[in-house]
């Protein structure tokens, strides 16, 4: 564990690294920050190039059926599947997040209402990703609904009579702790509240299984461990026994049961396409489409197990190694110890430099990122990290601590995005 040798070794044996030859890295870099952007896969690259080259510049219009543009949403959605425990059919991709979470809270309030119309109560985590949050304080105006925050240990307390819908985010994207689905969704239901889980830290990152853990509603992006590009769709999976339970908020023609019956009336499709607004990104798409081409790839190394078996290691490897070599300078691990609860990411807090520390550690070609407050993020991509990117980066981490390289003003003005 003491020499690059042991992680050159690691790589040797480590049937997943055949797989970082499906993605384009860039030169000289130490790529850690696909928790937030995924890198490129050719694949996406190859797929866009067609997309734009043969499906747009030749067929134009035809294309909606030669190429079935029109289906993508649903085709794409059949990819992430088994990525997260879905059934055929029953995810779609489209809108971002924010918007899904929109359509999903507002069905989930709507079902909750007509159970217990006295319920009031969305209950959520204070330290949860702020777009979940702004969307739920929009729904709770509109219908009258109170928005609790409670601590990460403090869910399983919120859940009472009271109770009509909890607003999770399954992997926490500043620590990386990994909150237990089908526990809390036995929990809640238990009390006859419905849960939604966000998935944005854990498609494509950790085993997901919503369909054993009996989950209501689930939303989730794409650019992150999905690897979609910047600001691919994101995906909407609704439990089949409430789908056509409630119609969602944005009915736009593409959910319509006939979109090309160009009806005065509004009548949603039946299952899951009825969460389609407008007109699908098609380029977009595409570009994802052929990014999860990688994760069936990965079905003959052991698919999603392997994967996170992997990231288990890299991140078990980092902690060790970074505390071991980096004792002296003030860092303090924030995400979980226990690599069962801890997904693919490490956070660590510095008292005053983390922005500075991520800031000189990119100028020598490391990318983590940080976020308030005080948070270093370092995310480990199975898919295309190394174990000796593990040794280097904690090389470089231990030579800017030591040196004081990251006190240089250069590296403490705040850029637009951190
Ligand atoms: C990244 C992320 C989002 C992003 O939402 P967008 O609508 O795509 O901007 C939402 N929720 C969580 C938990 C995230 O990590």
Request: charged share 20%; aromatic share 10%.
């Given at each position: 564990m003491t020499n690059r040798a042991f992680y050159e070794n690691l790589d040797a044996i480590d049937p997943l690294n055949s797989l970082r030859n499906e993605f384009y890295l860039p030169p000289d870099t130490i790529y850690l920050d696909g928790n937030s952007l995924g890198v490129m896969p050719l694949a996406a690259h190859i797929r866009i190039k067609n997309a734009v080259l043969q499906e747009w510049a030749d067929d134009l219009i035809a294309s909606w059926n030669k190429a079935d543009w029109i289906n993508?949403?649903?085709?794409?959605?059949?990819?992430?599947?088994?990525?997260?425990?879905?059934g055929q059919d029953e995810t779609v991709v489209c809108d971002s997040t924010s918007v899904n979470l929109y359509k999903v809270l507002y069905s989930a309030i709507q079902i909750a209402r007509k159970r217990h119309p006295k319920r009031r109560k969305i209950v959520s985590e204070k330290t949860n990703f702020p777009t979940d949050l702004y969307i739920a304080q929009s729904l709770c105006a509109q219908f009258d609904m109170t928005l609790e925050l409670v601590e990460s240990?403090?869910?399983?307390?919120?859940?009472?009579?009271?109770?009509?819908?909890?607003?999770?985010?399954?992997?926490?994207?500043?620590?990386?702790?990994?909150?237990?689905?089908?526990q809390i969704t036995s929990l809640a239901q238990a009390r006859d509240a419905l849960v939604i889980w966000d998935l944005c830290h854990s498609a494509g990152s950790i085993p997901v299984d919503l369909t054993a853990a009996q989950a209501d509603f689930a939303v989730g992006c794409t650019y992150k461990f999905l690897n979609g590009g910047p600001g691919s769709p994101a995906f909407v999976w609704v439990h089949p026994h409430h789908v056509d339970a409630i119609t969602q908020p944005l009915t736009g023609w593409m959910g319509h049961a006939t979109p090309f019956t160009f009806d005065t009336q509004?009548?949603?499709a039946?299952?899951?396409?009825?969460?389609?607004?407008?007109t699908p990104p098609v380029l977009a798409l595409s570009a994802l489409d052929g990014s999860l081409e990688v994760f069936q790839?990965?079905?003959?190394?052991?698919?999603?197990?392997?994967i996170y078996?992997?990231?288990?290691?890299?991140?078990?490897?980092?902690?060790?190694?970074?505390?071991?070599?980096?004792?002296?300078?003030?860092?303090?691990?924030v995400s979980p110890r226990d690599p069962e609860r801890r997904a693919s990411q490490v956070s660590l807090s510095h008292p005053e430099g983390a922005y500075a520390i991520i800031q000189a550690l990119i100028?020598?070609?490391?990318?983590?990122?940080?976020?308030?407050?005080?948070?270093?993020?370092?995310?480990?991509?199975?898919?295309?990290?190394?174990?000796?990117d593990v040794w280097d980066t904690v090389m470089h981490l231990k030579s800017v601590l030591q040196d004081q390289t990251w006190r240089s003003d250069a590296f403490s003005a705040r850029r637009t995005v951190t």
């Open positions: 993508l949403p649903m085709r794409v959605g059949n990819k992430i599947a088994p990525l997260i425990g879905a240990e403090a869910i399983e307390s919120a859940i009472d009579d009271e109770l009509a819908v909890l607003l999770l985010t399954h992997v926490n994207y500043r620590s990386g702790a990994i909150h237990d689905m089908a509004y009548q949603p039946t299952g899951i396409r009825s969460y389609l607004g407008g790839k990965a079905e003959s190394f052991g698919g999603m197990q392997a078996k992997k990231a288990q290691t890299l991140t078990s490897l980092f902690i060790q190694l970074a505390e071991k070599e980096c004792a002296d300078y003030g860092l303090t691990l100028a020598r070609g490391v990318v983590g990122d940080y976020r308030e407050p005080g948070i270093l993020r370092f995310g480990f991509t199975p898919l295309y990290v190394r174990y000796i």
